[in-house]
């Protein structure tokens, strides 16, 4: 069965420390991966997507992603946090057998203090 | 332009009682889905509907029936409900399946007594 790991649960930074959250997947064939974000009382939105190509990817507002298939990882990166990149963040992959079902990590709480 | 709109936001049931989740997009979206959001355990699928007139079960269905109404309205039904069941529940729809951005809702709060 797929599945996705992350593995932090919660993170505490500081403003302008960089920052990386991982994420690994279990699935053999070709997937489709996303990280999404949910800030304070808003709902949850795409962050950034990688299908194919270059498996370097950038989201909106600084966050990039790098795709490691060895690895089976679509590690989230910022070389800077803000305030207010505090939020949760979850990591989705889908799969290309089983329906095309969207697996969800557990989320990443971040919090960036001022 | 609403987007996904999901009601009631809030509810509190006793054990044993029933009710439906309505969910409506308005983005011409073919799927849409149902999920829980638990504490430590991200999001879990309860069902999802690729395209109209068709579910599918998720990782979590037990305990939950479904209906895709139309193109727009997909609800997530409660029987019986159970504490097991005190979650908060999110409604998404994507133009497909595979590829396709999911868009969420607000989501509903549901406590079970």
């Known amino acids: 069965a797929q599945s996705v790991s992350q593995h932090n649960h919660h993170v505490i930074l500081s403003e302008a420390a960089s920052l990386e959250l991982g994420c690994n997947y279990s699935?053999?064939?070709?997937?489709?991966l996303f990280w999404y974000v949910q800030y304070p009382g808003q709902h949850l939105q795409l962050l950034l997507k990688y299908f194919s190509g270059d498996p370097l990817v950038k989201g909106i507002k600084g966050f990039e992603a790098e795709f490691i298939k060895s690895k089976f990882s679509f590690n989230l990166r910022k070389p800077s946090v803000q305030w207010s990149d505090t939020a949760e963040y979850f990591c989705a992959v889908i799969g290309n057998t089983g329906g095309f079902k969207t697996i969800f990590g557990a989320g990443t709480r971040l919090f960036v203090k001022a | 332009n609403a987007g996904v709109t999901q009601t009631p936001k809030f509810q509190v049931l006793k054990t044993g009682q029933s009710m439906t989740l309505q969910c409506a997009q308005d983005?011409?979206?073919?799927?849409m889905y149902w999920y829980r959001q638990d504490p430590g355990m991200g999001l879990r699928l309860i069902y999802y509907?690729?395209?109209?007139?068709?579910?599918d079960k998720g990782e979590v269905p037990n305990g939950y029936n479904v209906s895709r109404l139309n193109k727009r309205e997909f609800s997530l039904r409660l029987e019986s409900a159970a504490p097991s069941q005190t979650s908060v529940y999110f409604c998404?729809?994507?133009?497909?399946?595979?590829?396709?951005?999911?868009?969420f809702g607000a989501g509903t709060r549901l406590s079970v007594l």
């Open positions: 509907s690729a395209s109209e007139g068709t579910t």
């Open positions: 998404a729809s994507s133009e497909g399946v595979a590829k396709n951005i999911q868009y």
């Open positions: 699935y053999g064939g070709t997937v489709n």
């Open positions: 983005m011409n979206h073919n799927s």
